[in-house]
Each structure stands twice: as C-alpha cells, then as structure tokens.
C-alpha cells in the first residue's frame, strides 16, 4: 500500500515532533522532510514532491503564505493545508487564494488531523465548517453579480470547461460520470473543481452547487 508522503514546515521543533510522531504512527502516513520556515519549504518540495504540506501560517522569515504562493506556482498540483493558531480572516481568505487545500486550526484533535489529511489527499478540502462557512460568506459579498452564466456564476469568473463541471456539479452528478459524459479522466474532473473551489472561495463541492444553483434561480 502507497503511503501518503507528507512534509511538515513549522518553525517549533518541538511541535514537528509531536505531529510527526502522530502521523508516522498511521499505517497509510510517512513524514518524508520537515522544514523550519517557508524558504526551506519551498526548497523541500521541489526536491520531494510531498503529496501533503502541512504549513504553518506565521513563521520567521518567508511565512507560510508567501511559500505556499511560491509552491503552487512551481507545483499546481500540490496539496497544502495550512495551520494556524489564530483563525483570522484575512489569512484564510489570502491561503484560499494562494491555492491551499485546506485550513486548520492547531486545536483540532488527532483524529479530526488524520481525516483532513486523508481529506486534502483525496483532493477535497480540508477545512472546518466553522471557517468554511466564513470563506462562503466572503465569496457571497464579494461575488460579482453581472453576467451570470447557466451556472448562476460570473463568465470571468471560471473557464468554459470549469462552468461545465459545475453545472454538472449542481445536477448531482459525481466525478466518474462528469468524467464519461465530457470523455475527460477523473483525475482531470478532480482537478477542475479544485480550481472551481478556489475560485468561488468554498470549502466542497456541496457548496459550489448550492451557490450555483441559488444564483441561477435569482436570473
């Protein structure tokens, strides 16, 4: 079994201790680097291509926005979840830009860590409700509200394709049979509503469609 390969930056030893003692433990989990501020980050994953980064926000230095911002650029397909200990607003919404799979408060439980990395693997987002409700009503006051296309969402906003997985999206429709009706792979249709996802600041799919759909039966 493919173990998920995760890198740990955080700039207190004693807490990549701790996590990393927790995760290794797991029979699906190996921390492969850990990295003490955002620079060394950066460095890590091109050289180790982690499937998970779990970045702390605020470091000395290059802090973990300006590395995750760095890492998406070199790396789209990486996976980050950011952790924090405070869960300010400007920082989350600035990490949902940057591209981060997710964003965690340094309070969740063991238990609640291994489900959002497992989550943030999987390519779903791994945040808690409380933050993604805050990241919905962001994208709802911000949200442009002209040129709205048969997703109810702006045509700026997304590319053509990506208004055609969303609107599949609020139909229901899984990943696999979005996949068979565009002849695209699952792995592309994945791909697609992660960047849907960042872009009209939501934390699932769940919500995308719902805002879709509310958008739609306002035209």
Not at 190 to 206: E, F, G, P
Not at 211 to 219: G, P, T, Y
């Given at each position: 079994m493919n173990k998920i390969r995760i890198l740990l930056v955080d700039d207190h030893a004693l807490f990549r201790e701790g996590i990393a003692s927790v995760l290794n433990s797991q029979s699906d989990m190996e921390v492969v680097g850990e990295a003490s501020d955002g620079l060394e980050a950066v460095v890590m994953a091109r050289k180790l291509h982690p499937d998970v980064i779990l970045m702390d926000v605020s470091m000395p230095g290059t802090n973990g926005l300006e590395a995750t911002r760095q890492i998406k650029q070199d790396l789209p397909?990486?996976?980050i979840v950011m952790l924090t200990v405070h869960d300010e607003d400007e920082k989350l919404f600035d990490a949902v830009r940057y591209g981060a799979q997710g964003y965690l408060l340094k309070t969740i439980r063991t238990a609640q860590l291994?489900?959002?990395i497992h989550a943030a693997y999987q390519g779903e987002a791994a945040i808690n409700p409380l933050l993604a409700s805050r990241i919905l009503e962001e994208f709802r006051r911000l949200a442009p509200s002209e040129t709205l296309s048969e997703t109810g969402v702006s045509d700026e906003l997304l590319t053509p394709r990506e208004r055609e997985v969303l609107t599949l999206v609020a139909r229901g429709l899984i990943d696999r049979e979005i996949a068979r009706q565009l002849?695209?792979?699952?792995?592309?249709?994945?791909?697609?509503?992660?960047?849907?996802?960042?872009?009209?600041?939501?934390?699932?799919?769940?919500?995308?469609a719902r805002?879709?759909?509310?958008?739609?039966?306002?035209?």
């Open positions: 397909e990486a996976r291994i489900e959002m002849t695209v792979s699952v792995y592309t249709v994945k791909s697609h509503v992660r960047s849907i996802l960042q872009k009209l600041h939501v934390a699932t799919r769940h919500e995308a805002l879709a759909r509310q958008k739609s039966s306002k035209n």
